[in-house]
C-alpha cells in the first residue's frame, strides 16, 4: 500500500502528575516533563492571533504554550457549541511541537465574570452575583448557585470531550479551571442563603481536615468570612474539575492572584476565595481533585517571590509557577524555581499582540527582554527530560541573585555550594592591586544558579550571570574538585563536549551569557 502519511497519533498515556517522597513530576508521554512555559496575553485565544504568538515562544526556546479558552467563545448561544479556536490551536501547537496547557476563563476570570457568554452576565436572577453585606450586587458571580455551577460544568465538560476526541497525542497536557478565583472587596456572599450557611458548623471533611470544628467564625475569627469563601469558591471548581477529568483525566491546577507575603489578613485586601497559600489547606479539603495551586507572581522584590516559592513548593503541593512577570528581573526565578523541584515556569504576555501589562511585567518586549527568558530556557531544553528526571528523584538546589545582591550558598552532600553575583569571570573582588570595574551585570537584576546533586560526588549546574563555588562542608582541607565537564545528556547519558580548567576554573565557576550545562566532579584526596 502507497504510504498514507503521518497516522493519526496513537493514543498516548495520560499526561499526569505523580509525587514520591515530597517531590513531584509531571509525566508527559510516560516520562518526567519539564514546562519550560510561556502565557499568552488574555485575548490572544483566536485563530488570526495565534501567529502572533507561536514566534515568541520559538525565540524563548519555550516548549509550553498556557492560553485561555473562554466560555464566550465556546457556548456563545446556550448548548450551542463552537471549538473552531480549539481546534485551530491544537493544530498550529503540533505544527509547531509545542505542548499546551489551556485556561478554562469561566465563572470566575480575576475574579470577574467577563468571560461568561452574554446569556450568563445578562441573567442575574439565573446567575446571581454576590450580595455585599448591604444587599448590592457585588461584581462576582456567587460560587453557591447551583445553576452557575451546572452551567459552567456543561460547557467545561464540552470542551474535556473535545479533548477526548481530537486530541489523542495529548497536545494539550494540563487545564486550569477558571483563573484566579475569588472576589475583590466583598470577602464573601452576603445573601441570605450564604449567610444562613456561614451561622452552621463548617463541613465535617474541612473540620476533620483543621482538626477543629464549629461555626465558621469559632473556626477562623477574623478571616471567617475569606474562609467560607474560600471553602465555596474551591468546592465550585472542584465540580467543574472533577467532571472534566471524567471526561479526560488531566491534570488540573489553580492560579492565586497574591496578597502580598505577608497576605495582608484584612480579607477586603485579597481575591478572598482564591488559593492564597494562608488557604491552601482549605483549598486541598475542598478540592480533592486539584492536583496542585500555583503563585502568579507580580511582586519585583526578591525575597518575597522566594517566599512564594517556598509556601507553594510543599510535599502535598507541587511547585509550579503559572504566571510571573515578564520584565528582566523576573527571569532569573526560574532558577530558585526549578532548584526547589519546580515542574514549570511561565512568563505572562509572550506574544507580539502589542499589548504590555506594565506595570506589572514588562513595558515591551524588547531584544533583551526576551533574551532574558531564553537564556534559561536555553539552557534547560535540551536536557528538560533529563533534569525533570533528576529534580523528581535528587536533592536540588537554586538561587537567584536578592536585590542586596548578597552571595547565596547551601549544602549538598558533602559540598558547600555557594553563588555570586556580579563579578567578572577572571579574579577576584578584593584585588586592588589590580584596578577594574565591576561588570555591566553586576548592576543588573540578573544572576541565577540551579544545581543537582547526582551522586555522592557528582554535582550538575546550570545557571546564568553567577559565579559558582565548592568547597567540603565540613571545611576538611582534601576536598578537591577534580572536574568540570561542559556537556549535555543524549539518552540519558552525560556526553562530555570539554573540560572546563585554568581560567575557567580558578576563580570559580563563572556562568554568564550562554546556555552551559556542567557536571562538577568532586573528592577527597588521601594522603596514605
Ligand atoms: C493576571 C494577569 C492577567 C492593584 C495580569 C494579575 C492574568 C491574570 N492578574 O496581567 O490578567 O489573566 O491571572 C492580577 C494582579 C492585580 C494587581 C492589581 C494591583
Not at 526565578?333 to 506594565?358: K, L
Request: hydrophobic share 40%; glycine share 8%.
Amino acid at each position: 500500500a502507497a504510504f498514507a502519511g503521518p497516522a493519526l497519533a496513537a493514543p498516548g498515556e495520560l499526561p499526569r502528575l505523580e509525587s514520591k517522597d515530597g517531590r513531584h513530576a509531571l509525566i508527559v508521554d510516560g516520562a518526567p516533563f519539564l514546562m519550560l512555559g510561556a502565557q499568552a496575553n488574555n485575548s490572544s485565544n483566536y485563530p488570526e492571533m495565534l501567529d502572533e504568538v507561536w514566534p515568541v515562544l520559538e525565540a524563548m526556546h519555550a516548549n509550553t504554550l498556557e492560553i485561555p479558552i473562554a466560555w464566550e467563545q465556546v457556548e456563545p448561544v446556550e448548548g450551542r457549541f463552537d471549538f473552531s479556536y480549539l481546534e485551530a490551536l491544537l493544530e498550529g501547537a503540533r505544527a509547531h511541537d509545542t505542548r499546551v496547557v489551556l485556561l478554562w476563563f469561566g465563572t470566575w476570570k480575576n475574579t470577574s465574570p467577563s468571560y461568561t457568554p452574554a446569556w450568563v452576565k445578562l441573567d442575574n436572577a439565573r446567575f446571581p452575583r454576590m450580595k455585599a453585606p448591604d444587599g448590592s450586587d457585588h461584581y462576582v458571580l456567587s460560587p453557591l448557585s447551583q445553576n452557575t455551577l451546572d452551567a459552567d460544568r456543561r460547557a467545561f465538560v464540552k470542551v474535556m470531550e473535545y479533548l477526548r476526541d481530537h486530541d489523542a497525542q495529548n497536545t494539550v497536557i494540563m487545564v486550569q479551571p477558571e483563573n484566579e478565583t475569588g472576589s475583590y472587596r466583598v470577602p464573601r456572599d452576603y445573601s441570605a442563603a450564604a449567610n444562613a450557611q456561614f451561622a452552621k458548623a463548617i463541613p465535617a471533611a474541612l473540620a476533620k481536615a483543621e482538626g477543629k470544628s464549629g461555626t465558621w467564625e469559632e473556626v477562623y475569627g477574623k478571616q471567617a468570612p475569606r474562609a467560607f469563601q474560600t471553602w465555596h469558591v474551591a468546592h465550585f471548581v472542584n465540580e467543574v474539575a472533577k467532571a472534566g477529568k471524567a471526561v479526560k483525566n488531566l491534570p488540573m491546577y489553580v492560579n492565586a492572584s497574591l496578597a502580598g507575603p505577608s497576605n495582608v489578613p484584612d480579607p477586603t485586601g485579597v481575591a478572598s476565595g482564591g488559593p492564597q497559600w494562608d488557604v491552601l489547606d482549605i483549598w486541598k479539603a475542598a478540592a480533592p481533585d486539584i492536583d496542585f495551586a500555583g503563585p502568579d507572581i507580580y511582586d519585583r522584590e526578591s525575597a518575597n517571590i522566594v517566599a512564594y516559592l517556598d509556601k507553594y513548593a510543599r510535599p502535598d503541593n507541587a511547585l509550579m509557577v503559572p504566571e510571573i512577570g515578564n520584565s528582566i528581573e523576573f527571569a532569573r526565578f526560574f532558577w530558585p524555581t526549578i532548584g526547589r523541584g519546580g515542574i514549570g515556569f511561565a512568563p505572562f504576555g509572550m506574544d507580539d499582540t502589542g499589548f504590555f501589562n506594565y506595570p506589572l511585567g514588562a513595558r515591551t518586549l524588547d531584544e533583551e527582554t526576551l533574551g532574558a527568558f531564553a537564556l534559561p530556557y536555553a539552557t534547560l531544553a535540551p536536557i528538560a527530560r533529563e533534569w525533570a528526571k533528576i529534580a523528581y528523584t535528587r536533592p536540588t538546589w537554586g538561587a537567584a541573585k536578592p536585590d542586596d545582591g548578597a552571595p547565596r550558598e547551601t549544602v549538598l552532600g558533602h559540598w558547600k555550594i555557594s553563588a555570586d553575583w556580579g563579578q567578572w569571570q577572571f579574579g577576584e573582588k578584593d584585588w586592588t592591586w589590580l584596578p577594574s570595574e565591576p561588570p555591566e551585570w553586576a548592576e543588573a537584576p540578573v544572576g541565577g544558579v540551579a544545581v543537582a546533586q547526582l551522586s555522592k560526588t557528582e554535582y550538575l549546574v546550570m545557571g546564568d550571570h553567577v559565579r559558582v563555588r565548592f568547597s567540603p562542608a565540613d571545611g576538611t582541607a582534601n576536598g578537591v574538585v577534580v572536574s568540570v565537564e561542559e556537556g549535555t545528556f543524549e539518552n540519558g547519558k552525560w556526553v562530555l563536549k570539554r573540560r572546563w580548567n585554568g581560567d575557567q576554573t580558578d576563580y570559580g565557576i563563572n556562568l554568564i551569557d550562554r546556555p552551559q550545562v556542567l557536571k562538577v566532579t568532586t573528592g577527597f584526596y588521601s594522603s596514605k
